[in-house]
């Protein structure tokens, strides 16, 4: 006899702390990805990185992403005072728009 049970998974809502943690933990980790990238160019190249001007034999493969020497931005808000409430309040934003859709 066929069996018509089935099985309903509810992905929870996250919670505005669950939330937070993911982004805080998130950008904190890609932070401290570029700090390690950082320190190891330091450590293997500290003259190319103390250099007063950009290297010149480096500003054609820059330039061919598109960039200009000092136009890099590193993701370091987690570092900076209020970076959770910022974030509180973007998630707290984000699911109150989810909520409104949803209804």
């Known amino acids: 006899m066929?069996?018509?049970n089935r099985i309903h998974i509810?992905?929870?809502?996250?919670?505005?702390e669950e939330m937070i943690d993911r982004i805080a933990e998130?950008?904190?980790?890609?932070?401290?990805s570029e700090l390690d990238t950082?320190?190891?160019m330091?450590?293997?190249y500290p003259a190319l990185v103390e250099a007063p001007d950009f290297?010149?034999?480096?500003?054609g493969p820059l330039r061919s992403f598109h960039e200009e020497p000092g136009e890099s931005t590193i993701s370091d808000d987690c570092m900076k005072p209020g970076f959770r409430a910022k974030v509180r309040a973007a998630a707290i934003k984000y699911l109150r728009g989810r909520r409104r859709s949803a209804a």
């Open 26 to 32: 998130e950008r904190t980790a890609q932070f401290a």
């Open 55 to 59: 290297p010149q034999e480096l500003l």
């Open 2 to 4: 066929p069996s018509n």
């Open 10 to 16: 509810v992905n929870p809502e996250p919670t505005i």
């Open 38 to 40: 950082a320190r190891v």
């Open 42 to 44: 330091w450590q293997n």
